[in-house]
Every structure is written in structure tokens, then in C-alpha cells.
């Protein structure tokens, strides 16, 4: 960080930037043809000003009242470096607010700037910087008209941080809107940021403005990129900045992004992800009570605070137990207990082991305690700590009732008890991959004698096993090109682009096959099967509860629906399932 003790000495490094800076060129691609189109023009201090930093420079001029004259040198440094290249491009050249609004800077002194070598002002667009808050974006839009005049374009810079807004984007009319870093950057691994760089392609669409993806670092960003419909993208994976211009990227880059697999795009990991809630947005702040306290201390604070449900006792700072208010007044109402107990030890009436929860606990992850068999923390509640130290409490009345609502909005967008992609989400990728035009496989998967376990053993246990289904086959594909979507109930659908896709789906049913039989009482594995009934209501026995996979190959000619798809995978369960094999293959059908 400059600090701006010797005045004069940082004035003169202004003055002396006038011959001071170089001309540094980033270049920008357009996305379908992978063609060099234009370059970004950044201006760099040289030793004659000590090599200090672009931003501690422009820091120093806007300190001094000179930002828009330090601007209008970088202007003329970067388009007299660009002219005299003869490139056949565009120009992007960075500009503030401050250039256009300063009442010292005329419009001919902008025009004369970025004409410096000759410049066609036709060919060069403005980056509005996000360096400043624009408070009138009215007032600068009609500034802006003198050098749209002119043919000069305009883009809004780094959109989505800073001070880059909708109001800007609205009232500036740019032609072109460069997407920030930070969405653009691991936009392949994020549902979140794949969810707003979506929204902003339709907004641009609306408003007439050419999308680029700033800050590409990744082959994976860049191909999403590609398939949203992007047309301009820049970073340090297509070129990083040099003093001259490109014609070309590499090659390397091109063939990258030649190959036949789709990826699969993230998805939501549940609620929490779009709605971060964890424990210690559900403490209640309670005394706690120690071994020393009496259950005459107990009636004391349950009279003066009449709204908590429990109180803790602790030791050392450490919960020890949990003392239910409902479970105390009754064992205090009755005969003789004031007289016997009041004045002993409050640990006598109370639970030896609470539920103890960590406040940073996930909401998610609690959905656990309410499948489990000790079901206390309905009415007792749960005790919150911070690494191991008393925090305050919770009711499990609160639980439910987030818990249940985080479980509505997931079923929005995904199936609520495996968080997979429900039907929609299947079928808009296997469109995705029918539009590709490129080989893949779609498999259907279903359990063999659901019902009758999950009549046996009840629906928590037929809960777990369809997650231990969906935990199998997560595991066992190729997250970057295989898909798993929860179609339903026991149904999943597979849409496989992995070159052994067929050695996965046999290794699933094997693997599944071994550990759903830790979900089957003893009895019934040394029998191999349940006594139960059937749909007709008779009583039959049935095998242990086993998967079919039912695959399709799809290749040319390419069915023109997805639901086509889905019909054929499901006939080939259909077989697999009548033949009593865990994997069957539909042959001769696409």
C-alpha cells in the first residue's frame, strides 16, 4: 500500500507517467470458432516509475484529483501500441466513470485520446471499470452518447462484483457485458454460479448486449462457456497479457476442447447449498446447572422462565445431562418429592445422555436424528455445544420444523430423500447429448422385491436402502461425464458417457448386491429371503432384495426424443429383471 508521506515525490511519478507506462495486450475469443477477435488494452509502468503497481497508481491519481488525466495517458499508451501492430481486431480499452464525468475532460480530449496512431474509433470498445460508484448512470449514459457519435462501443466491466448493477446495465445500454471472475471461475463445478451466469444470458438477451467470460483458467469452464451460449471468453487459459498482439491461441487449448464428452453439469447438493443453515441458528440461550445446584434451584429458574423446556446440567463446562421441564414437574407434583428431593442435587432427575449437537452442524445432517430409533429429542430437545463446551439449547419442535421445510424446497429441483436430478434434469442432459450427437449409454435401475422389505422392515429402512442404492451408484461413476438421476421411488436412470460404463454398471450390482444384506435381520439372510405379501395380498416368500440394471446403447442414428430413450432402458430393466440377471444389454436398438 502507498502511503502518501513524500507529496511531491508520487506527483512527479504522474507527471513522469506520461512516457512512463507500456501497452500490454490480453487477447478475447470468440467461443464457436475459437478466433482471436479483439484484445484488451493494459497499461503497465516501466522502471523508470520503480515498476509500482497499475492500481497503486491509479490509487495515487485519484488521491491527487488527476484519475481522469492518468486514465487519458493509459488510453493513448495502449491505442498507439495497438495501431502501430496493424491488427485487424477490436480494441477494449479500460475507462472509469471519471473520464467521462470530470468536468476538466472534454469529449475531444477523450476522442483525441483513443485516436492516438491513427485509431479507428470504430474498432474500439470501453471497458466502464467498476473502480468507482457511479450515482447518476443517467448522467453518464448521455456523456457516453458523445463518443457513441463516434462509433465507439461500450462494455460493463466485471459484472456480478464490484460496483458493476443492473442499473448501470439498464441505463448505459452496453453492447457488450463482461462477466466477473468470480462467476466465470469453477462455473463447471457450480450449480450456484451455473444458476446466475444462466439468468444473465437471458437478461442480455432481453437487453441486447454480448456476453464474455472473464478469468477462464479451466477447460471445463470454458466448454460451459461454449454451451451456454457465450459467444466471447478471456483469461489466462486462452492468453495472458503480452506486450504484443496474437493471431492465434494455441493449439494445445483447441484440441482440449475437440473431445466427445459432455460434462455433466453440477447440481445442487441439497437445500443447505442454496440456504446455509446450521445449529446455531436454532440456540436458545439457557442457564446451565451444575452438580452443586439443587432441585429447588431447578423450580426457581423453570418459574422465572417459563418459555424454556429443559435446562443442562454441566460439568466443568462439558453437558453432562438434561433436565426436561414436562418430566421434572410431574415427578415434583408427586407426594412428598419437594420434601425428599428439594434440596438435593439437581442431577437426580436428570437424562445422563443428552443429544449433544456441535452449533456448526449442518440442518441436513440432522435429518438423521429424526429417522432414529430414540426419539427423547422430541420432547427433551438437544443440547448445543461449541467444541465440546455448553452453548445454549434446542427443541425438537424447531428441528422438525426446519428440517421439514428444507425438505420442500429440495424436492423443488431434486428428489428430497437422495437430493439426485429428478425426471426434468434427466432429460434436459440426454437432450444435451443427443444435440452433442455423441455416443452414450442410458440405464435404468430398479430393485428386485422392494415392496415386500419394505413392508417387512418399514419405511426408514427402506429409506436406507434406496440411499445405499444411490450412494452405490454415485460412487461408481465417473462424476465429470456420468450422470445419476432419481426418477422415483426405487428408479434411477444412468446416462453414461464412460468408455467402460458397461464394467461400471455389473460392478454396481455386485457391490450393492454385498451391502444390502446389512440391512436384513439375521433370520432372514440364513433363509435367503422374506415371508411376506404379495400385491395380491398372498402370502409368498421372496429372495433377498437384489438391483437390475437395464442398459441401452445409443449411437447413430440418434433418436430425435429423450423420452425415447428412457422407454427403450426401461424394456431392458424389464428383461433383466424377468431373467433374473443383475445387467441386460437391449442389442440392435437406439
Given at each position: 500500500?502507498?502511503l502518501f508521506?513524500?507529496?511531491?515525490r508520487f506527483?512527479?511519478?504522474?507527471?513522469?507517467?506520461?512516457?512512463?507506462l507500456?501497452a500490454?495486450f490480453q487477447?478475447?475469443i470468440?467461443?464457436?470458432t475459437?478466433?482471436?477477435v479483439?484484445h484488451e488494452g493494459?497499461?503497465?509502468?516501466?522502471?523508470?516509475?520503480?515498476n509500482?503497481?497499475?492500481?497503486?497508481?491509479?490509487?495515487?491519481?485519484?488521491?491527487?484529483?488527476?484519475?481522469?488525466?492518468?486514465?487519458?495517458?493509459?488510453?493513448?499508451?495502449v491505442?498507439?501500441?495497438?495501431?502501430a501492430?496493424k491488427?485487424?481486431?477490436?480494441?477494449?480499452?479500460?475507462?472509469s466513470?471519471?473520464a467521462?464525468m470530470?468536468?476538466?475532460?472534454?469529449?475531444?480530449?477523450l476522442?483525441?485520446?483513443?485516436?492516438?496512431?491513427?485509431?479507428?474509433?470504430?474498432?474500439?470498445?470501453?471497458?466502464?471499470t467498476?473502480?468507482?460508484?457511479?450515482?447518476?448512470?443517467?448522467?453518464?449514459a448521455h456523456?457516453l452518447?458523445?463518443l457513441?457519435?463516434?462509433?465507439?462501443?461500450?462494455?460493463?466491466?466485471?459484472f456480478g462484483?464490484?460496483?458493476?448493477?443492473?442499473?448501470?446495465?439498464n441505463?448505459i445500454?452496453?453492447e457488450?457485458v463482461k462477466i466477473?471472475r468470480y462467476l466465470?471461475?469453477?462455473?463447471?463445478?457450480?450449480?450456484?454460479?451455473l444458476?446466475?451466469?444462466?439468468?444473465?444470458?437471458?437478461?442480455a438477451?432481453?437487453l441486447?448486449?454480448?456476453?464474455?467470460?472473464?478469468?477462464v483458467?479451466?477447460?471445463?469452464?470454458?466448454?460451459?462457456?461454449?454451451?451456454?451460449?457465450i459467444?466471447f471468453a478471456?483469461g489466462f487459459?486462452?492468453?495472458?497479457?503480452?506486450?504484443?498482439?496474437?493471431?492465434t491461441i494455441?493449439d494445445?487449448?483447441r484440441?482440449?476442447l475437440?473431445g466427445d464428452?459432455?460434462?455433466?453439469?453440477?447440481r445442487?447438493?441439497?437445500p443447505v447449498?442454496?440456504r446455509?443453515m446450521?445449529?446455531g441458528?436454532?440456540v436458545i440461550e439457557a442457564?446451565a446447572?451444575?452438580?452443586h445446584?439443587?432441585?429447588?434451584?431447578v423450580?426457581?429458574?423453570?418459574?422465572q422462565?417459563?418459555?424454556l423446556?429443559?435446562?443442562a446440567?454441566?460439568e466443568?463446562?462439558?453437558p453432562?445431562g438434561?433436565?426436561?421441564?414436562?418430566?421434572?414437574?410431574e415427578r415434583?407434583?408427586?407426594?412428598y418429592?419437594?420434601e425428599?428431593y428439594?434440596?438435593?442435587s439437581?442431577?437426580?432427575?436428570m437424562h445422563?445422555?443428552?443429544?449433544?449437537?456441535?452449533v456448526r452442524?449442518?440442518?441436513?445432517?440432522?435429518?438423521?436424528i429424526?429417522?432414529?430409533q430414540?426419539?427423547r429429542y422430541?420432547s427433551?430437545g438437544?443440547?448445543i455445544t461449541?467444541?465440546?463446551q455448553?452453548l445454549?439449547?434446542?427443541?425438537?419442535e424447531?428441528?422438525?420444523?426446519?428440517?421439514?421445510?428444507?425438505?420442500?424446497?429440495a424436492a423443488?429441483?431434486?428428489n428430497?430423500?437422495?437430493?439426485l436430478?429428478g425426471?426434468i434434469?434427466v432429460t434436459?442432459h440426454v437432450?444435451?447429448?443427443?444435440r452433442?450427437e455423441?455416443?452414450?449409454t442410458?440405464?435404468?435401475?430398479?430393485?428386485n422385491?422392494?415392496k415386500?422389505?419394505?413392508?417387512?422392515?418399514g419405511y426408514?429402512r427402506?429409506d436406507?436402502?434406496?440411499r445405499?442404492l444411490?450412494?452405490?451408484?454415485?460412487?461408481q461413476?465417473?462424476p465429470?461425464c456420468?450422470?445419476v438421476?432419481?426418477i422415483?421411488?426405487?428408479d434411477?436412470?444412468?446416462v453414461?458417457?464412460?468408455?467402460?460404463?458397461?464394467?461400471?454398471c455389473?460392478?454396481?450390482?455386485?457391490?450393492?448386491?454385498?451391502?444390502?444384506?446389512?440391512l436384513?435381520?439375521d433370520?432372514?439372510?440364513?433363509?435367503?429371503?422374506?415371508?411376506?405379501?404379495?400385491?395380491?395380498g398372498?402370502?409368498q416368500f421372496?429372495?433377498l432384495t437384489?438391483?437390475?440394471i437395464?442398459a441401452?446403447?445409443?449411437?447413430?442414428?440418434?433418436?430425435?426424443h429423450?423420452e425415447?430413450?428412457?422407454?427403450?432402458?426401461?424394456?431392458?430393466?424389464?428383461?433383466a429383471?424377468?431373467a433374473?440377471?443383475?445387467?441386460?444389454l437391449l442389442?440392435g436398438?437406439?
Amino acid at each position: 500500500m502507498i502511503l502518501f508521506r513524500d507529496h511531491a515525490r508520487f506527483t512527479s511519478l504522474l507527471d513522469r507517467a506520461q512516457s512512463g507506462l507500456v501497452a500490454m495486450f490480453q487477447p478475447l475469443i470468440r467461443l464457436d470458432t475459437m478466433d482471436v477477435v479483439a484484445h484488451e488494452g493494459l497499461a503497465r509502468s516501466t522502471e523508470t516509475l520503480g515498476n509500482i503497481s497499475t492500481p497503486e497508481l491509479l490509487n495515487l491519481a485519484r488521491a491527487e484529483g488527476r484519475l481522469g488525466e492518468f486514465e487519458l495517458t493509459a488510453a493513448r499508451t495502449v491505442c498507439g501500441a495497438f495501431a502501430a501492430q496493424k491488427n485487424h481486431g477490436r480494441l477494449l480499452v479500460n475507462l472509469s466513470a471519471q473520464a467521462f464525468m470530470q468536468e476538466s475532460i472534454k469529449p475531444d480530449d477523450l476522442l483525441a485520446a483513443l485516436s492516438t496512431g491513427g485509431m479507428d474509433l470504430s474498432r474500439i470498445t470501453i471497458e466502464l471499470t467498476e473502480r468507482d460508484i457511479v450515482d447518476e448512470p443517467a448522467r453518464l449514459a448521455h456523456a457516453l452518447g458523445y463518443l457513441r457519435a463516434h462509433g465507439v462501443r461500450f462494455a460493463l466491466d466485471d459484472f456480478g462484483n464490484g460496483h458493476s448493477n443492473f442499473e448501470m446495465w439498464n441505463e448505459i445500454h452496453p453492447e457488450v457485458v463482461k462477466i466477473d471472475r468470480y462467476l466465470i471461475h469453477g462455473l463447471a463445478k457450480s450449480a450456484e454460479r451455473l444458476a446466475i451466469v444462466r439468468a444473465l444470458c437471458q437478461v442480455a438477451e432481453t437487453l441486447g448486449a454480448d456476453l464474455v467470460g472473464e478469468g477462464v483458467e479451466d477447460v471445463d469452464d470454458l466448454r460451459m462457456l461454449r454451451e451456454l451460449g457465450i459467444p466471447f471468453a478471456q483469461g489466462f487459459l486462452l492468453g495472458r497479457p503480452i506486450p504484443h498482439t496474437i493471431d492465434t491461441i494455441d493449439d494445445s487449448v483447441r484440441a482440449s476442447l475437440d473431445g466427445d464428452v459432455i460434462a455433466v453439469p453440477p447440481r445442487p447438493r441439497g437445500p443447505v447449498t442454496q440456504r446455509p443453515m446450521h445449529l446455531g441458528h436454532l440456540v436458545i440461550e439457557a442457564p446451565a446447572l451444575t452438580a452443586h445446584h439443587t432441585n429447588h434451584d431447578v423450580i426457581a429458574i423453570f418459574t422465572q422462565q417459563p418459555e424454556l423446556h429443559a435446562l443442562a446440567v454441566v460439568e466443568d463446562d462439558h453437558p453432562v445431562g438434561l433436565i426436561n421441564r414436562r418430566v421434572f414437574s410431574e415427578r415434583m407434583a408427586q407426594p412428598y418429592t419437594r420434601e425428599l428431593y428439594g434440596r438435593k442435587s439437581c442431577t437426580a432427575f436428570m437424562h445422563e445422555a443428552p443429544l449433544l449437537c456441535d452449533v456448526r452442524q449442518s440442518l441436513e445432517s440432522m435429518a438423521d436424528i429424526l429417522r432414529g430409533q430414540d426419539q427423547r429429542y422430541l420432547s427433551d430437545g438437544f443440547v448445543i455445544t461449541r467444541e465440546g463446551q455448553y452453548l445454549g439449547l434446542g427443541t425438537g419442535e424447531s428441528l422438525v420444523r426446519r428440517v421439514t421445510e428444507l425438505r420442500i424446497e429440495a424436492a423443488r429441483y431434486a428428489n428430497p430423500l437422495t437430493f439426485l436430478p429428478g425426471n426434468i434434469p434427466v432429460t434436459e442432459h440426454v437432450a444435451r447429448l443427443l444435440r452433442a450427437e455423441v455416443p452414450f449409454t442410458v440405464a435404468y435401475v430398479d430393485l428386485n422385491h422392494f415392496k415386500p422389505f419394505n413392508d417387512q422392515y418399514g419405511y426408514f429402512r427402506g429409506d436406507e436402502m434406496i440411499r445405499l442404492l444411490a450412494g452405490t451408484l454415485t460412487t461408481q461413476v465417473n462424476p465429470r461425464c456420468d450422470f445419476v438421476g432419481h426418477i422415483g421411488g426405487d428408479d434411477f436412470l444412468l446416462v453414461l458417457q464412460s468408455d467402460d460404463w458397461d464394467a461400471r454398471c455389473r460392478h454396481m450390482v455386485e457391490l450393492f448386491n454385498q451391502r444390502s444384506r446389512s440391512l436384513f435381520a439375521d433370520e432372514d439372510i440364513a433363509r435367503q429371503g422374506i415371508v411376506g405379501e404379495d400385491r395380491h395380498g398372498n402370502t409368498q416368500f421372496f429372495p433377498l432384495t437384489t438391483v437390475a440394471i437395464g442398459a441401452v446403447r445409443v449411437a447413430p442414428p440418434f433418436p430425435g426424443h429423450p423420452e425415447t430413450l428412457a422407454t427403450l432402458a426401461a424394456r431392458a430393466k424389464r428383461h433383466a429383471k424377468r431373467a433374473q440377471v443383475g445387467f441386460y444389454l437391449l442389442a440392435g436398438e437406439s
